[in-house]
């Protein structure tokens, strides 16, 4: 479980990159500071997006199981007052 884990953070870290919004830096000297500034704030924007990504998922999935539990407690409350 842990190798699986693992594998799907540096997937999902190194896929943040490539999915970032980027804004145009092609016309910008490649060793100036506006240059790696502006990489940066790519770098920086994708990261937020994937987490932000990330974390409404994590709710999403601890609603459902939450739900997917108390329908059961139910289940079973409603089969001990039956007999």
């Known amino acids: 479980m842990k190798k699986i884990l693992i594998t799907l953070i540096v997937f999902i870290l190194s896929s943040s990159v490539s999915i970032a919004d980027e804004s145009d830096c092609t016309g910008i000297k490649k060793l100036s500071k506006e240059y ?10 994708g ?9 409404e998922g994590s709710a999403n999935k601890t609603e ?3 739900e997917g539990t108390k329908n ?4 079973i409350k409603n089969k001990i007052i039956k007999n």
């Open 36 to 45: 790696l500034t502006c990489k940066a704030k790519n770098i920086k924007d």
């Open 47 to 55: 990261a937020n997006d994937m987490n932000n990504k990330i974390k």
């Open 72 to 75: 059961i407690f139910k289940k």
């Open 64 to 66: 459902q199981i939450k």
